[in-house]
């Protein structure tokens, strides 16, 4: 297993346009989490699975986002008519089950001009 | 909400020199983790470590559950530990801290 997987790496979009990332998880792992990070900070929480069930979302996370992950597998964000805002490393994280070890990928790093 | 606290917020170090990092927790401790985010953003698993002792080469960890904080120790650092250390605590998600920004200078 590779570990975890975010697609794509940098994405640069005008603002008003929407954008849509792709995280697999390791196989066999339940939990899914996404996770915001700006500049000199730590990473914030924006949502998390539990196989196909979106468990919970922070008030970050507002109407313009959404996250799914149909079939518990991969997971998907989508930010509609993006705003500058957004721009930020959005990381990507899996975990066997409830409070055990987890695993980022690489992170998609967005910029909205 | 739960807190989590890191300290020092910045360190500079010779290389070869020892260093020790903190990290403070407001709850009790399902699940503690360090990463070492390297310079692209992606954060690297250091330690998983709930509780107690645990080492891996010239880094070691230690928490103490019943006090409610971890240790990070870099022993004889190097250049290529510079970066950002986060501890992560977990309950149900993770809650991070703001991190410690390490500098080794050759």
Redesign the interface.
């Given at each position: 297993d590779t570990g975890v997987s975010q697609d794509p790496r940098h994405k640069i979009t005008k603002r008003g346009q929407n954008v849509t990332f792709r995280c697999d998880p390791i196989s066999e792992h339940n939990r899914l989490y996404w996770y915001r990070q700006t500049l000199g900070q730590g990473p914030e929480f924006l949502t998390y699975f539990q196989n196909e069930a979106q468990l919970e979302k922070s008030r970050l996370l507002s109407d313009r986002f959404s996250a799914e992950r149909p079939k518990g597998s991969f997971s998907t964000l989508e930010i509609q008519r993006t705003e500058q805002g957004d721009s930020a490393m959005y990381l990507c994280a899996s975990s066997l089950d409830q409070n055990t070890e987890a695993f980022f990928g690489q992170g998609t790093r967005l910029t909205v001009v | 909400g739960i807190q989590v606290e890191q300290s020092p917020p910045d360190l500079i170090l010779q290389e070869g020199a020892n260093s020790t990092l903190r990290c403070n927790f407001s709850d009790s401790v399902?699940?503690l983790?360090w990463?070492h985010q390297n310079p692209?953003?992606?954060?690297i698993?250091l330690f998983?470590i709930p509780s107690g002792t645990k080492q891996n080469g010239r880094l070691s960890a230690t928490t103490v559950a019943t006090e409610r904080y971890s240790l990070l120790y870099i022993s004889s650092s190097q250049t290529t530990d510079s970066g950002v250390y986060?501890c992560?605590l977990?309950?149900?998600?993770?809650?991070?801290?703001?991190?410690t920004k390490l500098n080794v200078k050759p």
């Open positions: - | 399902n699940n983790q990463f692209w953003g992606q954060l698993n998983y986060f992560a977990a309950f149900n998600k993770f809650y991070f801290g703001s991190g």
